[in-house]
């Protein structure tokens, strides 16, 4: 682990932006490697940065969401997760606002269990992964039109099934999922 300390960084000889969006940006770049070599075409996409919440209501249940991924052309059990909006004054405000938004569940105590990424060689955005406990239904879904998803309360063993059963397809939620029963005892 000596060599940890060494970044090691790319050198950007030219970039270009070729698709920009709100929530895609597409760069073409030419690297310079440090041993000298060169990569002609390299693509990062940008992205703002993502929220999870692992909530949890008074009761132990876990509130999860399931909505249809085009991806994989499947339904799927996730967490409660969305983008990291501009008026978001943090990490914690924006996956707040999620899950009243997606769940009408808000309350209780938050702490932040990780910060992960989906794919550190061409994204720029991380994602912030919350634990919320003791968490209340206290309004009414406010989805938008895009959105359709349906919200269920699972107990910690429908939970853990989900997950030794490979089911929880998005990574950015398997991995604080994972972390969250192994710190808590509950595998």
């Given at each position: 682990m000596e060599n940890d300390k060494e970044e090691r960084k790319w050198k950007v000889l030219r970039s270009e932006y070729l698709f920009r969006r709100p929530w895609l940006t597409v760069r073409r770049e030419r690297i310079g490697l440090p041993g000298g070599s060169e990569i002609p075409e390299y693509y990062v996409l940008e992205y703002p940065d993502w929220v999870n919440t692992i909530a949890r209501t008074c009761t132990g249940e876990f509130v999860f969401v399931r909505q249809y991924r085009r991806g994989l052309d499947r339904t799927c059990f996730e967490l409660c997760a969305g983008v990291r909006d501009p008026q978001d004054a943090t990490p914690e405000a924006a996956a707040r606002r999620e899950l009243l938004e997606e769940t009408g569940f808000g309350g209780g105590q938050w702490s932040?269990?990780?910060?992960?990424?989906?794919?550190?060689?061409?994204?720029?955005?991380?994602?912030?992964?919350?634990?919320?406990?003791?968490?209340?239904?206290?309004?009414?879904?406010?989805?938008?039109?895009?959105?359709?998803?349906?919200?269920?309360?699972?107990?910690?063993?429908?939970?853990?099934?989900?997950?030794?059963?490979?089911?929880?397809?998005?990574?950015?939620?398997?991995?604080?999922?994972?972390?969250?029963?192994?710190e808590n005892r509950l595998l």
């Open positions: 932040e269990l990780m910060v992960v990424s989906a794919n550190p060689s061409t994204q720029t955005n991380l994602t912030h992964c919350f634990v919320a406990t003791d968490v209340e239904r206290i309004s009414e879904q406010h989805l938008e039109s895009t959105e359709d998803l349906t919200v269920h309360l699972l107990t910690p063993e429908q939970v853990r099934d989900l997950l030794l059963g490979d089911r929880i397809k998005q990574a950015l939620h398997a991995a604080p999922l994972w972390r969250y029963f192994a």
